[in-house]
């Protein structure tokens, strides 16, 4: 029996996941950690508390599969996207905390682009010039942080999104490198040709000098060092989470789709082996390069999904934990009128107003805490809905079914109405973790565990299926959804 270690590093916690080569589960470790928040907008994180916590959770999983290090095959990592971590090439020390990807602090910089610039970074990486993507935080770095830009044009500093961190800690500085789908997340990087642009480089002031080589996202890229785990692993995949979770979820062909409901909500379709220009201001992205062949995606990226269910618990007060939010949302047939925007970090696709904040409209006196519940699940799927409209109108492509993974797909009554304002079926998966699973598929590719992407699709399989209810009057809100959404947008 052959056994992967897929890292699950994200926003909230780092997790090891054990598969065997069934691409079944043996062992998980996870371990939540400090969320920074110098001032509001601002979203950090320690590095090293990044690092440590991966660290250890990767050597419980390994205890709790009953292996040694020696029985894995290879090593699959997956990350949180575009948060940004700057370190010194001879101490490995970090020069300032990791920005997160929902940081806001670069949002006037990246409003203050001239078009003709933002033109051009979305012609050559695809993506919407926004407070979201590494490029400008690595600028902002440079700019505010004392000697870092003297460092970085020395060649003294490394630049790294969290999959080069923990390679770099994974080998103990042997390996300073990233994979296309990382890389694709910068606002730096040309799909087309794979490499650094240096146009974009230019027009962001980034030396090259700070970036990391740029790979596929399945080869072995070295081996972790012996005194880690007892004896070393091939490090054999990279993918950034939603790449890894598309992949996870069988969507190898051009047309599938998936949407993962956790912080965020992320919905890719694979668009196969072009880039696939948006003009309703989605991203173009890679989803992953295995050997010689590419293929692409098109991303709708919501910024608050799961995190509007959070607030309900945390700020509001009006559930004790997450999942009590469908029970409570079940006590009324509808919202009553009721619409709730959760902008709390700017609107995403298809909006992009890093400005637009949250609201909750067309309450009244009869309005209880179980409408505004509904109203935030419903708030979850009407926002999947604007950017699967989106992706249509630039794919041409119908979609068939929606596949779903993440923490809040486990919600029977969001799934439910994700299906009934969609107007096509909503699929879960068996295995929830497709993240880890895709990272793991991936590194498993890479060292022979399995054979080829139609093994590995012929291994996945389904938990649920929620079908368009004919009666709901679902549609019918979506006139309600976008005057909500006019009243949200900054501009």
Not at 342 to 350: E, I, K, Q, R
Not at 420 to 442: F, K, M
């Amino acid at each position: 029996m052959s056994f992967i270690l897929a890292l699950d590093q994200g926003t909230t916690s780092s997790r090891a996941i054990v598969f065997d080569e069934n691409g079944s589960i043996c062992a998980i470790g996870q371990q939540e950690f400090e969320q920074l928040f110098p001032s509001p907008g601002l979203i950090e994180h320690d590095p090293i508390t990044i690092w440590e916590s991966q660290l250890a959770v990767a050597r419980e999983a390994i205890s709790q599969a009953g292996i040694e290090a020696s029985e894995i095959a290879g090593l699959g990592i997956t990350n949180q996207r575009e948060t940004t971590v700057i370190w010194d090439r001879k101490t490995g020390e970090p020069v300032h905390n990791a920005i997160v990807w929902q940081d806001r602090r670069t949002a006037d910089f990246c409003r203050a682009i001239p078009e003709s610039d933002a033109k051009k970074i979305q012609e050559i990486n695809g993506l919407v010039v926004d407070a979201y993507f590494a490029g400008s935080k690595i600028r902002w770095l440079l700019d505010h942080v004392e000697g870092v830009r003297e460092r970085a044009d020395a060649g003294e500093l490394a630049f790294g999104t969290v999959d080069s961190w923990l390679v770099w800690k994974l080998t103990g500085g042997k390996h300073h490198l990233t994979d296309v789908t990382n890389a694709s997340r910068t606002m730096l990087f040309d799909i087309r040709t794979l490499e650094w642009s240096d146009p974009l480089l230019d027009i962001l002031d980034i030396p090259r000098s700070l970036l990391p080589e740029i790979k596929s996202s399945s080869e072995v890229y070295g081996e972790t060092d012996p005194g880690l785990f007892g004896s070393a692993i091939p490090i054999a995949g990279i993918a950034g989470d939603q790449h890894a979770a598309l992949f996870g979820q069988a969507c190898h062909d051009s047309g599938q789709a998936k949407n993962t409901y956790g912080t965020g909500c992320f919905m890719l379709m694979n668009t196969g082996s072009e880039p696939v220009p948006s003009s309703h201001r989605l991203l173009t992205t890679v989803a992953w390069k295995i050997g010689d062949e590419t293929e692409y995606a098109l991303e709708g990226s919501i910024f608050i999904a799961g995190a509007a269910i959070q607030w309900l618990r945390d700020q509001l007060g009006i559930i004790a934990s997450a999942p009590e939010v469908e029970s409570l949302a079940s006590e009324v047939a509808d919202t009553d009128g009721v619409y709730f925007v959760p902008a709390f970090a700017g609107l995403g696709a298809p909006h992009w107003d890093g400005f637009a904040r949250g609201t909750i409209t067309g309450l009244t006196r009869g309005s209880n805490k179980a409408h505004i519940a509904r109203a935030a699940l419903e708030g979850i799927a009407f926002q999947t809905h604007d950017v699967l409209a989106a992706m249509v109108k630039d794919s041409g492509i119908e979609l068939a079914e929606l596949r779903v993974d993440g923490g809040a797909s486990q919600n029977d009554l969001l799934m439910q109405i994700q299906a009934d304002v969609l107007g096509v079926p909503v699929v879960r998966s068996q295995i929830a973790e497709t993240t880890a699973l895709g990272a793991a598929y991936l590194a498993g590719l890479a060292v022979g565990v399995w054979e080829n992407k139609e093994a590995i699709a012929e291994k996945w399989q389904e938990a649920g299926r929620f079908t368009p209810d004919p009666a709901s009057d679902m549609k019918k809100k979506l006139a309600g959804w976008k005057a909500a959404i006019e009243r949200t947008l900054s501009s």
